[in-house]
């Protein structure tokens, strides 16, 4: 049972990265997985809830890559990749997610 909202949030990322949130519907994502709205709303009451479990996601995942990448590293080393990551996240961050997060939901942004 849990897979499918994983799979909901995962999906609902990728359609948010790719062409903003505002611009992908409740209607689209279930689409793309092949689900009734009434089985998506078993999981979220609304899209902002969706949302919000979708930047928890991504949080969750770029903390569990950033701890797998400094274990065992000194505090110099640790520093260099942070500079790096913050770096590289800068360079490639979907602008069209954080610009509609902004504009659209901003006590989500906050």
């Given at each position: 049972m849990e897979s499918i909202k994983e799979n909901i949030i995962q999906v609902a990322a990728t359609q948010f990265h790719q062409v903003g949130?505002?611009?992908v519907s409740?209607?689209?994502v279930c689409a793309e997985l092949r689900i009734s709205?009434?089985?998506f709303?078993?999981?979220?009451?609304?899209?902002?809830?969706?949302?919000?479990?979708?930047?928890a996601y991504g949080q969750g995942q770029?903390?569990?890559?950033?701890?797998?990448?400094?274990?065992?590293?000194?505090?110099?080393?640790?520093?260099?990749f942070m500079i790096k990551e913050i770096k590289k996240s800068a360079e490639c961050a979907p602008f069209m997610l954080w610009h509609d997060l902004k504009?659209?939901?901003?006590y989500l942004h906050q």
């Open positions: 949130i505002r611009n409740i209607d689209d709205k009434k089985t709303y078993q999981y979220f009451d609304k899209k902002e809830e969706l949302i919000d479990a979708v930047i770029h903390m569990a890559k950033v701890q797998k990448s400094i274990r065992d590293k000194n505090a110099i080393e640790v520093f260099i504009k659209y939901y901003p």
